[in-house]
């Protein structure tokens, strides 16, 4: 039975690069991206790489994937989020993410799932929702 649980996170590190000519409309960056999760979802410092599509230079849309070592609602495990999203000129970012089936392991084996997040811009932490099953 699915399971719902929420908490928030924070950027603890975000480091962009071109991807091509930096001043070209559009243009892609590559972000590589540390994140410290509390709440249901709890890890100290998460890897995540992002390619970023700026369809100007304050709107666009990002996919990327995002490792997870931690515990989710008390249980140990790392897992992999496929995570896409867009983020629009007022500084307000939506993303969907869903785990990676298979990519769970430890006491969260079998571990799917999906959530979402919204972020505002210069906001210290961002609140998401996750909705997972172990499937045991």
Do not use: I
Not at 6 to 21: I, N, Q, R, S, Y
Not at 70 to 90: H, K, M, S
Not at 99 to 125: I, K, N
């Amino acid at each position: 039975m699915p399971t719902s649980t929420t908490g928030t996170f924070t950027f603890a590190d975000w480091k962009e690069l071109p991807v091509g000519p930096a001043d070209a409309t559009p243009r892609l960056a590559h972000a590589t991206v540390t994140n410290a999760f509390s709440g249901g979802v709890e890890a100290a410092a998460t890897t995540c790489d992002y390619t970023v599509a700026y369809a100007s230079p304050t709107t666009g849309g990002f996919a990327g994937m995002e490792v997870v070592a931690g515990r989710v609602d008390g249980r140990a495990g790392t897992f992999v989020l496929e995570e896409r999203g867009t983020f629009d000129a007022d500084g307000t970012t939506r993303c969907t993410f869903s785990v990676v089936p298979g990519s769970a392991t430890g006491e969260l084996a079998g571990l799917s799932g999906s959530g979402s997040f919204t972020a505002r811009h210069g906001e210290p932490s961002v609140a998401y929702a996750f909705t997972y099953d172990l499937g045991q």
